[in-house]
């Protein structure tokens, strides 16, 4: 599970659009996590998601690019052992925003870690929700 598929990729305008109209957000610098449990028509992976960076806050595109190539890496490393493991314990899909709000360019060691704890922290806050 050490990949990022297209059908792990969140394109849907509609579940896009219910994410951003329904969803569940926090911040943890510098992401903001922006969360919905639903039922997904893909076999196989629990969770879509999606990463955004503003261009208000990086106008080049090289910038921009370059972070989302960093969260998407440290998202592949990462999804099976803090995110897939928890859903599908719990019986759980979800769509998921991933919104780069840093002002600089994070290395990648530092996004990873910062990434590591915003998916544990959205454990915790689905848990708070079940119980």
């Known amino acids: 599970m050490s990949s990022f598929k297209k059908e792990e990729r969140l394109c849907s305008r509609a579940l896009i659009l219910r994410l951003v109209n329904k969803g569940s957000s926090f911040l943890l610098y510098p992401f903001r996590v922006t969360s919905l449990s639903t039922e997904l028509p893909v076999a196989g992976f ?28 440290a998202y592949r490393k990462n999804k099976s052992a803090h995110l897939y493991d928890y859903l599908d314990n719990s019986g759980r899909s979800l769509i998921l925003m991933l919104s780069y ?31």
Request: aromatic content about 4%; charged content about 40%.
């Open 46 to 73: 629990p969770a879509q998601v999606m990463i955004t960076v503003s261009r208000r806050r990086f106008k080049r595109a090289v910038d921009r690019n370059r972070i989302k190539r960093r969260v998407r890496e």
């Open 101 to 131: 709000v840093g002002k600089e360019v994070l290395s990648s060691p530092e996004i990873e870690k910062k990434l590591i704890l915003a998916l544990k922290r959205l454990q915790q806050e689905y848990d708070q929700k079940s119980a």
